[in-house]
């Protein structure tokens, strides 16, 4: 997350957040808010997006309003297309009223709605707290609406704080119920379940189906794995636009990152459409009860070296939540070999339930295969580039190795050619684009890795790792996996910086293809 003016969080359509926060120089305090978007379809007005800020209370300054007191900050939020502003609203929205300023420990919700065309927008964003003497900030964001009146789509997908039936109709209603979406990417422990909303369009024209199926459920967000004890199916009717509803209990949902997910099916269990939103889960109840776990008498509990146990918990981080990796460091500093293997037991069970010992045992031989093959004087292999790729993803589909690749390729600006009988002598420099020639590209040692299929991610993807020195060292150099190394200029480092900026090698080639 990114710290600029106030506290943003662009999760309902962009799966990404930002957290903003300016600083009020009056007294103090700081203007917080928490803003998200979504984007619908409505066959009669086309698409249009919803904006929704909420606001603390308590980090506003409070002024006399009669005989109470009340906070208003100034809004202005514009949606630009093509360099013109489509919509604009500029207004000042005032906090409920309180009786005392001790009083102020609360959040309120402003909504807006903007009716747009097709195509890509900016949506800006400006807040100004009216009684303090601080600039406004300003954010912006980039997004695309492509929805029409043909093609299958789906709105953004939403968490809401609170569902209950209407009463008179607002802003908020769809569907016979007033739906107040949850502004924000963090689910604390407090929050026992969470209920999700989103639309379906035009999928009649994909699917001549009567019933369709819908399945919710909540996924790793490092891994893609599906936690099968979240999922559910619903049937729904085959129609121009489908509401999608549903509630999911996540009391026991440990702390993590996650993606909710909700897809749209066939009767042959083919996805036609998807929608994802993450979130980060914190439930430090997870751990009650684990003394009372049979963990003495389980797989962890017959660990009983601790420099071993240390291994196999830092050979865990790869897979682990960003929680998890932080206990992690903090178990293997201090000595303590029965809280070790609890957290060994707890992590395991709470995957993979009554297969965790298999899991475990599988899992653990890929330490131990990291550590022999990759392990590097004084650099354990799971602390190798290499090492947490595969403990992270498992054995590649497919490596290649090379230790002294050659190739040969026409230079962009030629290559001269001297006709000496020497070898060493014939390639002598670049000469002008009108005579290209063919020239030798030495590569540093390097290995290529592929996955056939990654969790979360697209087919194909693939890991180049590097030999900088010739020291039997091996660094990550690039990936085009989601959340990996990206370097444009990689194969020109590999290469000795001997191919131009602009060219693309054959080791380039081989990265593409995938092997």
Known sequence: MKRIAFLLSFFAATCCATIVDAQNVKNDKHLTAVFSYASFYHPNIGPYIETYISFDAWNLNFVKAGDKYQATVEV????????????????ELSSPKIASLDADHFNFLDVQRFSVDKGLHTLRVSLKDKNANDNATVVEENLVLL???????????????????????????????????????????????????????????????????????????????????????????????????????????????????????NRHNDKLLYKKVAFFRSN?????????????????????????????????????NEVERRDIYSLIKRPGIEEKQRFLYLFWTRREGLNAESAWLEYRDRIEYVNKNFSWPRTKGVQTDRG??????????????????????????GVTINQSNDPSQRVVGLQGPEVPRQGQI????????????????????????????????????????????????????????QLPEEMQGEVGDQFNRGY
């Open 147 to 265: 929805y029409d009146s043909k093609h299958p789509a789906m709105s953004s997908l939403q968490m809401m704080a609170d569902v209950k039936p209407t009463v008179q109709a607002n802003i908020l209603s769809r569907g016979g119920y007033d739906m107040e979406p949850y502004v924000n990417d963090f689910l604390p422990e407090q929050i026992k379940e969470i209920s999700f909303y989103c639309e379906v369009y035009n999928i009649n024209h994909e699917s001549r189906e009567d019933n369709l199926y819908s399945a919710s459920y909540i996924e790793v967000l490092e891994t893609g794995k599906i936690l099968e004890s979240t999922q559910t199916v619903q049937r729904i009717e085959n129609d121009t636009v489908i509401p999608i509803f549903g509630t999911m209990d996540i009391s026991k949902l440990p702390s993590g990152n996650y993606n909710l997910v909700v897809d749209i099916r």
């Open 442 to 497: 030495f590569y540093l040692p390097y290995q290529l890795w592929r996955y056939n299929n990654l969790p979360g991610d697209d087919i194909n993807r693939c890991f180049i790792f590097w030999d900088e020195f010739r020291s039997g060292f091996y660094k990550l150099l690039n990936s085009n996996a989601k959340g990996e190394v990206r370097d444009p200029l990689w194969e020109r480092r590999l290469s000795q910086q």
């Open 388 to 413: 947490r790729v595969y403990l992270q993803y498992g054995p590649p589909d497919f490596v290649r190795d090379e230790k002294n690749f050659v190739s040969t390729r026409y230079m962009g600006g």
């Open 76 to 91: 202005l939020i514009t949606v630009e297309r093509n360099d013109t502003i489509e919509a604009v609203k500029k207004y």
């Open 284 to 320: 430090p109840s997870e751990y009650t009860g684990v003394e009372q776990a049979p963990v003495s008498l389980s797989f962890a509990g017959r660990i009983n070296d601790e420099t071993l146990l240390n291994e196999y918990l830092e050979g865990m981080a790869p897979i682990a």
